[in-house]
């Protein structure tokens, strides 16, 4: 297990270089959208109301509205999650270093390389969270997308005539108060990313400061070499 | 001190590429912030603060109007993947940065390898 989370951590830049691509392509939905947004609005405002080919254009705007912004926090947070990874790598890499010089050390002057602190494995949890978290989003978002499509397919006057308790009026009211609730997996999702990024950090302080420490006691103990030569 | 220590060395792709990234980021972002401030609020002020509903409704396919409206949905639609793009290319440009650091504990340790043997007290 520890073997193949270790594999993992080490393909960080691909991570990162899919969750780049990922807003890359966002940007470019997000021009296609914004032209069809532009090309929405050249009409007259009674044509935009009534007219059904219109209300299909006005669908896809507004279904890609919702689900967009949570393709591109999933890119964000791909990067997020990269760096976390790299960081797990670095604080491997110290533990490794340590072990390494201390195995050509003589065994007099050795010191126990201390286990690995919580933090290390806090770092793993939260990351792993907030992916989770985040991609949840993104599928109820596509939910909700397809609810707001149906719904916007229809001309604005056949929404604003819709009577109470219609699948119509039903539909509206899910993508207006999901608009509401799906915003906090975005930020929640952040939030546990840089959580893992923060106890990542504290895991390579807390090598680092066991090296500060280490390094001139190890130091002390190593025998004592020959000066080079007399007249130094 | 030799300038090889008090400079870093841009020895790997991701050191040699993170200030693009870091300039792209401030570039996206700074263009988001100029067409916002010269161009999207001076106009929405005009469509919405200088015409009555009553004006903006009736206005007909190809006038002025509905052309400020048709640039009023499509540049935030745009500028916002941008300005996301441009936040996403500052965190690259940190992830670079990061990355160089596994290849830099690898070459320490080689050298302390070699250099540790020979810090004992002289005799």
């Not at chain 1, 699948?167 to 799906?182: F, I, P, Q, R, T």
């Amino acid at each position: 297990m520890e073997k193949m989370v270790q594999s993992m951590m080490k393909r960080f830049p691909m991570i990162i270089g899919i969750g780049f691509m990922l807003v890359v392509l966002s940007v470019i939905i997000g021009a296609v959208n914004a032209s069809t947004a532009a090309e929405y609005y050249a009409f007259e405002k009674a044509s935009r109301e009534t007219n059904l080919e219109l209300a299909e254009l006005l669908a896809g705007i507004e279904s890609t509205g919702i689900w967009l912004p949570y393709f591109k926090f999933l890119g964000l947070s791909m990067i997020l999650a990269g760096i976390t990874m790299a960081l797990g790598v670095i604080a491997t890499r110290l533990q490794k270093l340590g072990m390494e010089v201390m195995s050509i050390v003589p065994p007099g002057a050795r010191m126990n390389i201390p286990p690995r602190p919580r933090s290390a494995m806090w770092m793993r949890i939260w990351m792993i969270l907030g992916m989770m978290v985040i991609l949840i989003g993104f599928v109820v978002s596509l939910s909700i997308a397809g609810t707001a499509f149906t719904v916007y397919s229809n001309p604005v006057v056949a929404i604003d005539s819709a009577s109470s308790g219609s699948a119509l009026l039903n539909g509206l009211s899910a993508v207006h108060s999901a608009k509401g609730w799906l915003e906090g997996f975005k930020f929640v999702g952040v939030a546990f990313l840089f959580m893992g990024i923060v106890n990542g950090l504290a895991t390579i302080l807390v090598a680092l400061k066991f090296q500060k420490q280490a390094l001139p006691q190890v130091v002390d103990k190593l025998p004592a070499v020959p000066s080079a030569t007399a007249g130094d | 001190m030799s300038n090889e220590l008090t400079t870093l060395r841009r020895e790997t792709t991701g050191l040699k590429m993170f200030p693009l990234f870091t300039l792209a980021g401030w570039s996206l972002i700074g263009f988001a912030i100029l067409i916002k401030a010269a161009f999207l609020a001076p106009s929405g002020a005009i469509y919405w603060g200088e015409n009555s509903k009553a004006i903006r409704d009736s206005a007909a396919a190809g006038t002025i109007l509905l052309d400020q409206l048709a640039a009023l949905a499509w540049w935030p639609r745009l500028l916002e993947p941008l300005i996301f793009l441009g936040i996403a290319a500052f965190i690259v440009g940190i992830a670079l940065q990061f990355s160089a650091i596994p290849g830099i504990l690898d070459r320490r340790m080689m050298g302390l390898k070699k250099a540790l043997p020979l810090m004992g007290r002289r005799s």
